[in-house]
């Protein structure tokens, strides 16, 4: 595989476990260890932490050394209207294209995030939750749209990993949205998948402002 290729394929790999909150805030990502993980060169390695750097998900220390970019609470702010922009205007355009397909698929990503947080897989959940919202997204079939969503690299800060108790009741209760946005959807009730929505993220940004 072509050096260029490698690259791309760390990049996807570091950028995905970032946004799923698999990667924290603060965490150093070494060269090396990426090499080994992902079978590929340092250079390739270097050559997407660059990249992701210049995407601001990264940063670098004061004596070198990449980290994934910690988040101040005005951050999370800003990426809570980010989001709410977005995703609640991508159901205000979705709502009336969205079809049996895209509700099975919600369904089953609403059953897979259940099924990882019953089983006790914290990372299979927190992907799950980028798929939810992502599907969302989908939903309103314009490409434009999902062209600004993902290039806005917005991470899902409202879930950690962990099994404490108060990661437990986050993750019960973002199942528990994810279902009542679904519900909404199946019924064409935008105000209340909206409204299901907003209390989803404004929660997020309150409880991610305290982990912080």
């Not at 991508?90 to 895209?102: E, L, P, Q």
């Not at 980028?130 to 969503?149: D, R």
Request: proline residues 1%.
């Amino acid at each position: 595989m072509k050096e260029d290729s490698l690259s791309n394929k760390v990049y996807l790999e570091i950028r995905r476990k970032i946004l799923s909150n698999q990667l924290v805030p603060g965490t150093r990502l070494k060269e090396d260890s990426w090499a080994k993980k992902i079978n590929v060169s340092r250079v390739s390695v270097r050559e997407a932490l660059n990249r992701l750097l210049g995407e601001n998900l990264l940063e670098t220390g004061e004596k070198g050394g990449y980290f994934v970019k910690s988040m101040s609470a005005e951050d999370i702010h800003d990426i809570r209207e980010l989001r709410e922009l977005l995703e609640v205007g991508a159901i205000r355009m979705g709502i009336s294209k969205v079809t049996d397909s895209d509700i099975a698929e919600m369904e089953r990503v609403c059953n897979d995030f259940t099924q990882m947080v019953k089983n006790g897989y914290f990372s299979g959940a927190c992907e799950a939750d980028v798929k939810f919202h992502e599907s969302l997204i989908n939903m309103a079939k314009n490409a434009k749209l999902k062209q600004a969503y993902e290039q806005s690299n917005i991470p899902l800060f409202h879930l950690k990993l962990g099994q404490t108790q108060s990661h437990m009741d986050d993750y019960e209760l973002s199942d528990k949205e994810h279902r009542e946005i679904l519900t909404a959807i199946k019924l064409r009730d935008m105000k209340k998948a909206q409204e299901a929505l907003i209390t989803q993220l404004r929660r997020g940004e309150l409880a991610s402002i305290e982990i912080y």
